[in-house]
Protein backbone atom coordinates (compact mmCIF):
# COMPACT_ATOMS: atom_id res chain seq x y z
CA UNK A 1 0.00 0.00 0.00
CA UNK A 2 3.39 2.06 -0.04
CA UNK A 3 3.23 2.41 -3.66
CA UNK A 4 0.54 5.53 -3.59
CA UNK A 5 0.57 9.33 -3.97
CA UNK A 6 -1.54 10.93 -1.93
CA UNK A 7 0.09 14.14 -1.78
CA UNK A 8 3.19 15.91 -3.35
CA UNK A 9 5.97 18.99 -3.01
CA UNK A 10 7.67 19.45 -6.09
CA UNK A 11 9.51 22.57 -7.07
CA UNK A 12 9.40 22.93 -10.67
CA UNK A 13 11.68 26.07 -12.52
CA UNK A 14 9.94 28.99 -12.80
CA UNK A 15 7.15 27.60 -10.30
CA UNK A 16 4.56 30.41 -9.18
CA UNK A 17 1.87 28.22 -6.82
CA UNK A 18 0.55 25.32 -6.49
CA UNK A 19 -3.43 24.54 -5.81
CA UNK A 20 -4.65 21.30 -3.97
CA UNK A 21 -7.77 19.76 -4.62
CA UNK A 22 -9.51 17.01 -3.50
CA UNK A 23 -7.37 14.29 -5.97
CA UNK A 24 -5.51 16.55 -7.93
CA UNK A 25 -2.25 18.72 -7.26
CA UNK A 26 -1.95 21.61 -9.75
CA UNK A 27 1.59 23.37 -9.99
CA UNK A 28 1.42 26.93 -11.95
CA UNK A 29 4.56 27.06 -14.40
CA UNK A 30 5.39 30.79 -14.88
CA UNK A 31 1.92 31.80 -15.41
CA UNK A 32 1.93 29.59 -18.70
CA UNK A 33 1.31 26.30 -17.95
CA UNK A 34 -0.28 24.05 -15.72
CA UNK A 35 1.15 20.70 -14.51
CA UNK A 36 -1.94 18.84 -13.13
CA UNK A 37 -0.64 15.92 -10.71
CA UNK A 38 -3.37 12.84 -10.55
CA UNK A 39 -2.88 11.61 -6.71
CA UNK A 40 -4.16 8.25 -5.45
CA UNK A 41 -6.57 10.03 -3.12
CA UNK A 42 -9.83 9.08 -2.79
CA UNK A 43 -12.59 11.40 -2.07
CA UNK A 44 -16.14 10.86 -1.24
CA UNK A 45 -18.95 12.43 0.10
CA UNK A 46 -16.59 15.51 -0.11
CA UNK A 47 -14.21 13.50 2.48
CA UNK A 48 -10.45 12.66 1.60
CA UNK A 49 -10.39 8.77 2.62
CA UNK A 50 -6.92 8.62 4.80
CA UNK A 51 -5.47 5.85 2.44
CA UNK A 52 -4.66 6.04 -1.38
CA UNK A 53 -5.72 3.73 -4.19
CA UNK A 54 -3.15 2.08 -6.33
CA UNK A 55 -3.31 3.33 -10.08
CA UNK A 56 -6.28 5.59 -9.15
CA UNK A 57 -4.67 8.56 -10.43
CA UNK A 58 -3.25 7.53 -13.49
CA UNK A 59 -6.28 5.71 -14.20
CA UNK A 60 -8.34 8.98 -13.59
CA UNK A 61 -5.70 11.30 -15.52
CA UNK A 62 -5.39 8.48 -18.72
CA UNK A 63 -9.75 8.23 -19.13
CA UNK A 64 -9.74 12.27 -18.57
CA UNK A 65 -7.14 12.66 -21.21
CA UNK A 66 -8.54 10.28 -23.79
CA UNK A 67 -11.89 11.47 -24.05
CA UNK A 68 -10.53 15.33 -24.30
CA UNK A 69 -8.43 13.60 -27.28
CA UNK A 70 -11.96 12.18 -28.45
CA UNK A 71 -13.95 15.61 -27.70
CA UNK A 72 -11.45 18.22 -28.80
CA UNK A 73 -13.82 18.56 -32.51
CA UNK A 74 -16.89 19.89 -30.68
CA UNK A 75 -15.40 21.60 -27.36
CA UNK A 76 -12.32 23.07 -26.79
CA UNK A 77 -10.04 21.86 -23.88
CA UNK A 78 -7.25 22.61 -21.69
CA UNK A 79 -4.43 19.63 -22.11
CA UNK A 80 -1.05 20.40 -24.01
CA UNK A 81 0.40 17.36 -23.25
CA UNK A 82 0.67 14.20 -20.95
CA UNK A 83 4.38 13.87 -20.00
CA UNK A 84 3.51 11.37 -17.37
CA UNK A 85 0.69 8.69 -16.75
CA UNK A 86 -0.34 10.76 -13.46
CA UNK A 87 0.04 14.38 -15.49
CA UNK A 88 -1.63 16.54 -17.77
CA UNK A 89 0.30 19.47 -18.55
CA UNK A 90 -2.61 22.66 -19.87
CA UNK A 91 -2.77 26.32 -20.49
CA UNK A 92 -3.47 28.19 -17.43
CA UNK A 93 -7.36 28.83 -17.33
CA UNK A 94 -9.58 31.26 -14.54
CA UNK A 95 -11.47 28.15 -13.69
CA UNK A 96 -15.79 29.14 -13.71
CA UNK A 97 -16.86 28.74 -9.82
CA UNK A 98 -19.85 26.22 -11.10
CA UNK A 99 -19.23 22.46 -12.10
CA UNK A 100 -22.18 21.47 -14.42
CA UNK A 101 -23.70 18.56 -13.80
CA UNK A 102 -25.60 17.04 -16.34
CA UNK A 103 -28.24 14.17 -15.64
CA UNK A 104 -29.72 12.22 -18.15
CA UNK A 105 -31.46 9.39 -15.54
CA UNK A 106 -33.14 10.02 -12.43
CA UNK A 107 -29.89 8.60 -9.96
CA UNK A 108 -27.66 9.14 -6.96
CA UNK A 109 -27.91 12.37 -5.71
CA UNK A 110 -31.03 13.22 -7.75
CA UNK A 111 -32.96 10.13 -6.69
CA UNK A 112 -32.01 10.65 -3.60
CA UNK A 113 -33.72 14.34 -3.20
CA UNK A 114 -36.68 13.05 -5.51
CA UNK A 115 -37.11 10.13 -2.66
CA UNK A 116 -37.58 13.18 0.16
CA UNK A 117 -40.41 14.21 -2.17
CA UNK A 118 -38.51 17.38 -3.95
CA UNK A 119 -39.73 17.91 -7.46
CA UNK A 120 -37.20 21.02 -8.28
CA UNK A 121 -33.41 20.28 -8.37
CA UNK A 122 -31.19 23.27 -9.36
CA UNK A 123 -34.54 25.19 -10.69
CA UNK A 124 -35.59 22.27 -12.84
CA UNK A 125 -38.62 20.69 -12.57
CA UNK A 126 -38.93 17.15 -12.07
CA UNK A 127 -41.89 15.11 -13.90
CA UNK A 128 -44.11 12.83 -11.40
CA UNK A 129 -43.54 9.18 -10.89
CA UNK A 130 -40.61 8.67 -11.91
CA UNK A 131 -38.92 5.53 -10.47
CA UNK A 132 -35.06 5.38 -9.48
CA UNK A 133 -32.77 5.03 -12.45
CA UNK A 134 -35.59 6.08 -15.03
CA UNK A 135 -34.48 7.71 -17.70
CA UNK A 136 -35.41 11.22 -17.90
CA UNK A 137 -37.37 12.78 -20.77
CA UNK A 138 -33.86 14.90 -21.68
CA UNK A 139 -30.88 15.42 -19.92
CA UNK A 140 -31.44 18.28 -17.08
CA UNK A 141 -28.85 20.30 -15.95
CA UNK A 142 -27.98 21.12 -12.43
CA UNK A 143 -24.92 23.19 -11.37
CA UNK A 144 -23.42 23.18 -8.26
CA UNK A 145 -21.44 25.73 -6.49
CA UNK A 146 -17.41 24.68 -6.93
CA UNK A 147 -16.27 25.08 -3.26
CA UNK A 148 -12.74 24.95 -1.84
CA UNK A 149 -11.22 22.26 -0.27
CA UNK A 150 -13.09 20.69 2.56
CA UNK A 151 -16.59 22.47 1.59
CA UNK A 152 -19.65 20.71 0.52
CA UNK A 153 -20.34 21.53 -3.22
CA UNK A 154 -23.91 23.22 -3.29
CA UNK A 155 -26.69 22.88 -5.93
CA UNK A 156 -27.33 25.76 -7.73
CA UNK A 157 -29.95 27.01 -10.66
CA UNK A 158 -29.12 28.75 -13.53
CA UNK A 159 -30.96 31.79 -12.06
CA UNK A 160 -29.21 31.78 -9.22
CA UNK A 161 -25.66 31.84 -10.88
CA UNK A 162 -26.67 34.68 -13.22
CA UNK A 163 -28.31 36.86 -10.22
CA UNK A 164 -25.44 36.15 -8.56
CA UNK A 165 -23.29 37.17 -11.18
CA UNK A 166 -21.26 33.95 -10.39
CA UNK A 167 -21.29 33.67 -14.44
CA UNK A 168 -21.98 36.04 -17.15
CA UNK A 169 -25.18 34.96 -19.25
CA UNK A 170 -22.94 34.78 -22.38
CA UNK A 171 -20.62 32.69 -20.81
CA UNK A 172 -23.32 30.23 -19.66
CA UNK A 173 -24.73 29.87 -22.77
CA UNK A 174 -21.64 28.75 -24.20
CA UNK A 175 -20.96 26.36 -20.85
CA UNK A 176 -24.83 24.87 -21.48
CA UNK A 177 -23.98 24.33 -25.39
CA UNK A 178 -20.87 22.83 -24.45
CA UNK A 179 -22.18 20.42 -21.45
CA UNK A 180 -24.73 19.26 -23.79
CA UNK A 181 -22.58 18.37 -26.49
CA UNK A 182 -20.21 16.71 -24.56
CA UNK A 183 -23.06 14.52 -23.18
CA UNK A 184 -24.28 13.97 -26.00
CA UNK A 185 -20.66 12.76 -27.34
CA UNK A 186 -19.78 10.73 -24.06
CA UNK A 187 -23.20 8.98 -24.11
CA UNK A 188 -22.62 7.67 -27.32
CA UNK A 189 -18.66 6.28 -27.03
CA UNK A 190 -20.34 4.67 -23.55
CA UNK A 191 -23.34 3.31 -25.97
CA UNK A 192 -20.43 1.80 -28.28
CA UNK A 193 -18.99 0.36 -25.01
CA UNK A 194 -22.34 -1.50 -23.67
CA UNK A 195 -22.44 1.49 -21.08
CA UNK A 196 -25.02 3.93 -20.40
CA UNK A 197 -23.67 7.58 -19.57
CA UNK A 198 -26.11 8.48 -16.50
CA UNK A 199 -24.87 11.33 -15.41
CA UNK A 200 -21.55 13.99 -15.38
CA UNK A 201 -19.63 16.99 -14.53
CA UNK A 202 -17.74 19.22 -16.63
CA UNK A 203 -15.61 21.89 -15.45
CA UNK A 204 -14.67 24.88 -17.72
CA UNK A 205 -11.81 27.59 -17.23
CA UNK A 206 -11.17 30.60 -19.88
CA UNK A 207 -7.82 30.84 -20.90
CA UNK A 208 -5.78 34.53 -20.82
CA UNK A 209 -7.03 35.22 -24.64
CA UNK A 210 -11.04 34.49 -23.32
CA UNK A 211 -11.10 31.36 -24.69
CA UNK A 212 -13.51 28.94 -22.59
CA UNK A 213 -12.55 25.76 -22.58
CA UNK A 214 -13.12 22.41 -21.26
CA UNK A 215 -10.82 21.53 -17.81
CA UNK A 216 -10.05 19.22 -15.14
CA UNK A 217 -11.56 15.65 -15.46
CA UNK A 218 -13.67 14.14 -18.49
CA UNK A 219 -16.09 11.07 -18.10
CA UNK A 220 -14.11 9.43 -15.23
CA UNK A 221 -15.40 6.48 -12.97
CA UNK A 222 -14.77 9.91 -10.34
CA UNK A 223 -17.09 12.45 -12.16
CA UNK A 224 -19.71 10.16 -14.22
CA UNK A 225 -22.32 7.49 -13.53
CA UNK A 226 -22.18 4.50 -16.09
CA UNK A 227 -24.87 1.21 -16.18
CA UNK A 228 -24.59 -1.59 -18.34
CA UNK A 229 -26.64 -0.93 -21.34
CA UNK A 230 -27.23 -5.02 -21.17
CA UNK A 231 -30.11 -6.08 -18.89
CA UNK A 232 -30.72 -2.37 -17.81
CA UNK A 233 -34.62 -2.18 -19.18
CA UNK A 234 -35.57 -5.73 -17.27
CA UNK A 235 -33.52 -4.70 -14.25
CA UNK A 236 -35.64 -1.79 -14.31
CA UNK A 237 -38.90 -3.35 -14.78
CA UNK A 238 -38.24 -5.80 -11.90
CA UNK A 239 -37.48 -2.92 -9.55
CA UNK A 240 -33.61 -4.20 -8.76
CA UNK A 241 -30.67 -1.98 -8.86
CA UNK A 242 -28.86 -1.46 -11.59
CA UNK A 243 -25.30 -3.12 -12.22
CA UNK A 244 -23.50 0.40 -12.69
CA UNK A 245 -19.58 1.40 -13.39
CA UNK A 246 -18.77 4.68 -10.79
CA UNK A 247 -17.26 5.69 -7.76
CA UNK A 248 -21.00 4.76 -6.22
CA UNK A 249 -19.66 1.35 -4.91
CA UNK A 250 -17.32 3.08 -2.57
CA UNK A 251 -20.04 5.38 -1.71
CA UNK A 252 -22.13 2.41 -0.80
CA UNK A 253 -19.95 0.62 0.98
CA UNK A 254 -19.49 3.71 3.25
CA UNK A 255 -22.85 4.34 3.96
CA UNK A 256 -23.12 0.32 4.95
CA UNK A 257 -20.37 1.37 7.71
CA UNK A 258 -22.39 3.67 8.52
CA UNK A 259 -21.03 7.26 7.24
CA UNK A 260 -21.68 9.92 4.95
CA UNK A 261 -19.56 12.73 5.68
CA UNK A 262 -22.20 13.79 8.57
CA UNK A 263 -20.51 15.75 11.40
CA UNK A 264 -19.51 13.43 13.94
CA UNK A 265 -19.34 10.36 11.49
CA UNK A 266 -16.10 8.66 11.63
CA UNK A 267 -14.26 7.04 8.49
CA UNK A 268 -14.05 2.81 8.64
CA UNK A 269 -11.12 1.40 8.37
CA UNK A 270 -10.62 0.77 5.13
CA UNK A 271 -8.55 -2.65 5.12
CA UNK A 272 -5.26 -3.54 2.63
CA UNK A 273 -7.73 -6.06 1.46
CA UNK A 274 -10.86 -3.62 0.38
CA UNK A 275 -8.39 -1.00 -1.06
CA UNK A 276 -6.88 -3.64 -3.26
CA UNK A 277 -10.47 -4.04 -4.29
CA UNK A 278 -11.11 -0.81 -5.01
CA UNK A 279 -7.81 -0.56 -6.95
CA UNK A 280 -9.30 -4.01 -9.01
CA UNK A 281 -12.71 -2.00 -9.38
CA UNK A 282 -11.08 0.98 -10.36
CA UNK A 283 -8.77 -0.71 -13.25
CA UNK A 284 -12.04 -2.83 -14.29
CA UNK A 285 -13.24 0.59 -14.92
CA UNK A 286 -10.88 1.82 -17.34
CA UNK A 287 -10.64 -0.83 -19.34
CA UNK A 288 -14.59 -1.06 -19.91
CA UNK A 289 -14.84 2.84 -19.99
CA UNK A 290 -11.92 3.07 -22.82
CA UNK A 291 -11.52 -0.30 -24.73
CA UNK A 292 -8.25 -1.55 -24.02
CA UNK A 293 -6.30 -2.96 -21.66
CA UNK A 294 -5.20 -1.01 -18.76
CA UNK A 295 -0.70 -1.11 -18.52
CA UNK A 296 0.15 -0.74 -15.25
CA UNK A 297 3.28 2.43 -14.92
CA UNK A 298 6.40 1.71 -12.87
CA UNK A 299 5.15 2.67 -9.01
CA UNK A 300 8.05 1.68 -7.63
CA UNK A 301 9.11 5.47 -6.81
CA UNK A 302 6.01 7.58 -8.63
CA UNK A 303 7.48 10.42 -7.16
CA UNK A 304 10.55 10.54 -8.49
CA UNK A 305 9.22 8.80 -12.30
CA UNK A 306 6.69 11.75 -11.92
CA UNK A 307 9.10 14.44 -11.48
CA UNK A 308 12.14 13.42 -14.07
CA UNK A 309 9.17 13.45 -16.92
CA UNK A 310 7.83 16.95 -16.07
CA UNK A 311 11.07 18.07 -15.60
CA UNK A 312 12.16 16.33 -19.14
CA UNK A 313 8.78 17.74 -21.05
CA UNK A 314 9.58 21.25 -19.14
CA UNK A 315 12.96 21.40 -20.68
CA UNK A 316 12.10 21.29 -24.16
CA UNK A 317 9.48 24.38 -23.82
Known amino acids: MNNTI ?7 PNQKSVYRGKVREVYNIADDLLVMVATDRLSAFDVIMPKGIPFKGQILNQ ?3 KFMEMTSDIVPNWLVATPDPNVAVGHVCEPFKVEMVIRGYLAGHAAREYAEGKRVLCGVTLPEGVKENDQLP ?10 DLGAHDVDISREDILA ?17 ALYQRGSEIAAERGLILVDTKYEFGKTKDGKIVLIDEIHTPDSSRYFYAEGYEERQAKGEAQKQLSKEFVRQWLISNGFQGKEGQAI ?3 T ?5 SVSDRYI ?3 EKIIGEPFVKAD ?8 ENNVLAFLAKR
Open 268 to 270: PEM
Open 299 to 306: ISNINERI
Open 164 to 180: RGIVSEEDYLVLEQYTH
Open 6 to 12: TKTGFEF
Open 284 to 286: ELY
Open 272 to 276: DEYIN
Open 138 to 147: SPIITPSTKE
Open 63 to 65: IAT
